[in-house]
């Protein structure tokens, strides 16, 4: 189950401002469209390269949260403790299970089983919140390609990661969600 | 040496439920005054004041209590501790007599909770029009519905859900079961918000909130305060013989946070740290679970519940499905749980929850709970949980006086 094994904490480890932050993913979400504008009361000519821009970022991608990893296959990325292998969506100034500062990215398994879920059935529409156990690491989401009621959803049921567009904003950026659907 | 054994001396809860006419203060003075009333001793004798109302943590809500009955200089500790924040305002209380400092403190939790909608995760405000990651996971929405849920209901269905992956035996009947034994047992106690039974099918057939928790099976946001008047040995020795055979024993008081696990990041563990204080609590009081004779436990949905039958150790390990349908937890059975009518059915004012439970377990232990009284009862635990976690576990026992 618990992927971690006790060890003893380090002392004074090195600090490593760098290993307490997730990667940094969020440039291209900053990025607005057009970056600076250009002075009011240009000609139209001048505007046609401005939309150019914008639309040439249309083809951008932005993850729902950061530590979904984008690509041709896409995945969940964990800050994993470097001493003991616990690992952490967010970051963590040290680790919570043995207090050592060191992490590395991990690559999270997946696909998984469902351990617990829930049909939430209150707001605008239902959808299954789920715990997922990717082998040995659990993945908290909304379980998709399912039918949201109980006789579609069984502890244990197999699933598996994936993707779906959230629609593009006014700058053309696309977010891509995550959800685990059956295997 | 003398002993260091603290005392309950006195005990009130307000009814829970709609108090549209009183204002929190008005709440927490109603039982403040009781609990002095209930002790016999007046503002001038308390020491020490531990006070919470989670919804309005930074009001200063002690100082503004003392203003109504009696402002003596002596120190408030305001505390919030999510729902333990009654069970922290006490053991805050507790530690002060039992460091020394005081020899009677008071404890105080009040809530306004009545008409709140669901409580938990809040969603984002109006979207901007462009995707913007902000937060611990660089989110650039809000991820309720997205990447599971955070509203209560929800995280605890799952929690019972959870219980029911790893041991087995659960069903969306046996829940609502368990809501059908608190409505059930409401019925005699007059201080709940409500009283009214109902049958497994309404039960089941109730506007379904986060499955398996239908309407029923979720706690009852409603206004409320309790108050209880703690002291040292020494102190009571002082005090009338009245007095000394009223007083309640706290055999012991335990809070504890949740210890790292695997999956507690994804899904909060509502049970290791349960078990840990439960261990501890048996441990200080140097008891079983054999000896309970009743147990007040954080019971926020139906689905919590069951897994606090196991934490707690009423059951055997992975045994709580069995325990339920045994009976044993009916108010007739061999280990009442919740015959106040629990947090579904008595209410949960987040702040007087953590009082109220203890409160109960007192009143029952002094055989003055009325028509729900458990007769012969001797000893008793109460047990709170706030997520995020903080977990208080008391366990008391009849005066010998």
Same mark, same amino acid.
């Given at each position: 189950?618990?992927?971690?094994?006790?060890?003893?904490?380090?002392?004074?480890?090195?600090?490593?401002?760098?290993?307490?932050?997730?990667?940094?993913?969020?440039?291209?979400?900053?990025?607005?469209?057009?970056?600076?504008?250009?002075?009011?009361?240009?000609?139209?000519?001048?505007?046609?390269?401005?939309?150019?821009?914008?639309?040439?970022?249309?083809?951008?991608?932005?993850?729902?949260?950061?530590?979904?990893?984008?690509?041709?296959?896409?995945?969940?990325?964990?800050?994993?403790?470097?001493?003991?292998?616990?690992?952490?969506?967010?970051?963590?100034?040290?680790?919570?299970?043995?207090?050592?500062?060191?992490?590395?990215?991990?690559?999270?398994?997946?696909?998984?089983?469902?351990?617990?879920?829930?049909?939430?059935?209150?707001?605008?529409?239902?959808?299954?919140?789920?715990?997922?156990?990717?082998?040995?690491?659990?993945?908290?989401?909304?379980?998709?390609?399912?039918?949201?009621?109980?006789?579609?959803?069984?502890?244990?049921?197999?699933?598996?990661?994936?993707?779906?567009?959230?629609?593009?904003?006014?700058?053309?950026?696309?977010?891509?969600?995550?959800?685990?659907?059956?295997? | 040496?003398?002993?260091?054994?603290?005392? $309950?001396?006195?005990?009130?809860?307000?009814?829970?439920?709609?108090?549209?006419?009183?204002?929190?203060?008005?709440?927490?003075?109603?039982?403040?005054?009781?609990?002095?009333?209930?002790?016999?001793?007046?503002?001038?004798?308390?020491?020490?004041?531990?006070?919470?109302? +989670?919804?309005?943590?930074?009001?200063? $809500?002690?100082?503004? +209590?003392?203003?109504?009955?009696?402002?003596?200089?002596?120190?408030?500790?305001?505390?919030?501790?999510?729902?333990?924040?009654?069970?922290?305002?006490?053991?805050?209380?507790?530690?002060?007599?039992?460091?020394?400092?005081?020899?009677?403190?008071?404890?105080?939790?009040?809530?306004?909770?009545?008409?709140?909608?669901?409580?938990?995760?809040?969603?984002?405000?109006?979207?901007?029009?462009?995707? @913007?990651?902000?937060?611990?996971?660089?989110?650039?929405?809000?991820?309720?519905?997205?990447?599971?849920?955070?509203?209560?209901?929800?995280?605890?269905?799952?929690?019972?859900?959870?219980?029911?992956?790893?041991?087995?035996?659960?069903?969306?009947?046996?829940?609502?079961?368990?809501?059908?034994?608190?409505?059930?047992?409401?019925?005699?106690?007059?201080?709940?918000?409500?009283?009214?039974?109902?049958? +497994?099918? @309404?039960?089941?057939?109730?506007?379904?909130?986060?499955?398996?928790?239908?309407?029923?099976?979720?706690?009852?946001?409603?206004?409320?305060?309790?108050?209880?008047?703690?002291?040292?040995?020494?102190?009571?020795?002082?005090?009338?013989?009245?007095?000394?055979?009223?007083?309640?024993?706290?055999?012991?008081?335990?809070?504890?946070?949740?210890?790292?696990?695997?999956?507690?990041?994804?899904?909060?563990?509502?049970?290791? +740290?349960?078990?840990?204080?439960?261990?501890?609590?048996?441990?200080?009081?140097?008891?079983?679970?054999?000896?309970?004779?009743?147990?007040?436990?954080?019971?926020?949905?139906?689905?919590?519940?069951?897994?606090?039958?196991?934490?707690?150790?009423?059951?055997?390990?992975?045994?709580?499905?069995?325990?339920?349908?045994?009976?044993?937890?009916?108010?007739?059975?061999?280990?009442?749980?919740?015959?106040?009518?629990?947090?579904?059915?008595?209410?949960?004012?987040?702040?007087?929850?953590?009082?109220?439970?203890?409160?109960?377990?007192?009143?029952?232990?002094?055989?003055?709970?009325?028509?729900?009284? $458990?007769?012969?009862?001797?000893?008793?635990?109460?047990?709170?949980?706030?997520?995020?976690?903080?977990?208080?576990?008391?366990?008391?026992?009849?005066?010998?006086?």
């Amino acid at each position: 189950m618990a992927a971690k094994k006790k060890a003893p904490a380090k002392k004074a480890a090195a600090k490593k401002a760098a290993a307490n932050k997730a990667p940094a993913k969020k440039a291209a979400a900053k990025k607005k469209a057009p970056a600076k504008k250009a002075p009011a009361k240009k000609t139209a000519a001048k505007k046609a390269p401005a939309k150019k821009v914008a639309a040439k970022k249309s083809a951008k991608q932005i993850p729902f949260v950061d530590y979904l990893v984008l690509g041709d296959r896409p995945y969940l990325r964990a800050q994993e403790c470097k001493n003991c292998g616990a690992r952490f969506f967010d970051r963590r100034n040290a680790c919570a299970s043995c207090f050592g500062t060191d992490f590395k990215n991990a690559r999270v398994k997946s696909a998984g089983i469902v351990t617990s879920y829930s049909i939430v059935t209150v707001g605008p529409q239902p959808f299954v919140s789920a715990i997922v156990d990717c082998g040995g690491t659990s993945v908290r989401c909304t379980l998709v390609g399912v039918e949201p009621t109980p006789d579609h959803v069984s502890l244990g049921m197999k699933v598996k990661l994936t993707t779906y567009s959230m629609g593009k904003d006014a700058a053309g950026v696309e977010a891509i969600g995550f959800g685990f659907a059956p295997a | 040496m003398a002993s260091e054994d603290i005392w $309950i001396l006195g005990s009130n809860m307000t009814k829970f439920g709609k108090h549209p006419d009183e204002d929190l203060v008005d709440l927490a003075s109603e039982a403040a005054m009781a609990a002095l009333a209930d002790a016999g001793i007046s503002m001038a004798e308390v020491g020490i004041m531990g006070v919470g109302s +989670l919804m309005n943590a930074s009001a200063g $809500i002690g100082q503004q +209590l003392q203003k109504q009955i009696g402002q003596t200089g002596i120190p408030v500790y305001n505390v919030a501790n999510a729902c333990a924040t009654g069970a922290t305002a006490l053991r805050v209380a507790i530690m002060a007599v039992k460091a020394g400092e005081t020899d009677v403190g008071m404890a105080v939790g009040v809530e306004k909770l009545a008409g709140a909608g669901l409580l938990g995760q809040a969603g984002r405000g109006a979207a901007s029009d462009t995707w @913007e990651p902000s937060g611990r996971f660089g989110a650039v929405g809000s991820t309720e519905g997205r990447i599971g849920t955070g509203i209560m209901p929800g995280v605890f269905a799952q929690v019972g859900m959870e219980y029911g992956h790893k041991y087995g035996g659960t069903s969306f009947e046996l829940f609502a079961k368990i809501s059908e034994k608190n409505h059930a047992h409401s019925t005699l106690n007059p201080l709940a918000a409500y009283q009214k039974r109902f049958t +497994l099918d @309404e039960i089941m057939n109730d506007v379904m909130i986060a499955y398996p928790n239908t309407r029923p099976m979720c706690s009852g946001n409603c206004d409320g305060a309790a108050a209880m008047i703690v002291v040292s040995d020494a102190k009571l020795k002082t005090l009338s013989k009245r007095q000394q055979k009223h007083a309640v024993k706290i055999s012991a008081s335990v809070l504890t946070t949740d210890p790292y696990q695997e999956a507690c990041q994804v899904l909060p563990d509502v049970n290791t +740290l349960t078990r840990n204080a439960a261990k501890q609590a048996y441990e200080q009081a140097g008891i079983g679970p054999e000896d309970l004779d009743l147990v007040e436990l954080h019971d926020c949905f139906a689905t919590a519940e069951l897994v606090h039958y196991d934490n707690l150790m009423l059951c055997e390990e992975g045994g709580a499905a069995d325990f339920f349908e045994s009976g044993a937890p009916w108010r007739d059975g061999s280990m009442p749980v919740n015959v106040s009518g629990g947090l579904q059915s008595k209410g949960h004012p987040i702040g007087a929850t953590g009082i109220a439970n203890i409160h109960e377990v007192a009143m029952h232990l002094r055989g003055d709970a009325g028509d729900r009284q $458990i007769k012969g009862a001797k000893v008793g635990m109460a047990h709170v949980i706030g997520l995020g976690s903080a977990c208080g576990v008391h366990i008391l026992e009849k005066s010998a006086a």
